[in-house]
């Protein structure tokens, strides 16, 4: 299983960025894409997932409304629309994946993921 995790930059308050998460070594309708951010000095914490099969999908609390998860299944990718980016939005952004047979459905928590790509750092300015 590989995940690469791209689209990072820097942006000012409310702007938008794309981040794209390449999955391969896996079938993509077997498993759910979770994206994950850190923060310095803070600990990992759940963003948004997919359920490429289905197409369901589930967001913190801090990003509804304004970040949108989507599955391009031909290109076994995952995207993460980011809008209305806030300071509090810097964090360096990993996509993970884990087989569905072993999803607890809405499960957002690091430990619900068995597969990590690297990070793409998003850096959001005042």
């Known amino acids: 299983v590989q995940l690469q995790a791209s689209g990072g930059g820097l942006v000012q308050a409310g702007g938008s960025l794309r981040l794209s998460c390449a999955a391969s070594?896996?079938?993509?309708?077997?498993?759910?894409i979770g994206w994950f951010r850190q923060a310095p000095g803070k600990e990992r914490e759940g963003v948004s997932c997919i359920s490429s099969s289905d197409g369901s999908t589930h967001y913190a609390d801090s990003v509804k409304d304004r970040f949108t998860i989507a599955s391009d299944n031909a290109k076994n990718t995952i995207y993460l629309q980011m809008n209305s980016l806030k300071p509090e939005d810097t964090a360096v952004y990993y996509c993970?994946?884990?087989?569905?047979?072993?999803?607890?459905?809405?499960?957002?928590?690091?430990?619900?993921?068995?597969?990590w790509g690297q990070g793409t750092l998003v850096t959001v300015s005042s």
């Open positions: 070594g896996f079938t993509f309708d077997d498993y759910v």
């Open positions: 993970a994946a884990v087989d569905r047979v072993w999803y607890r459905a809405g499960g957002l928590e690091p430990y619900d993921y068995d597969y």
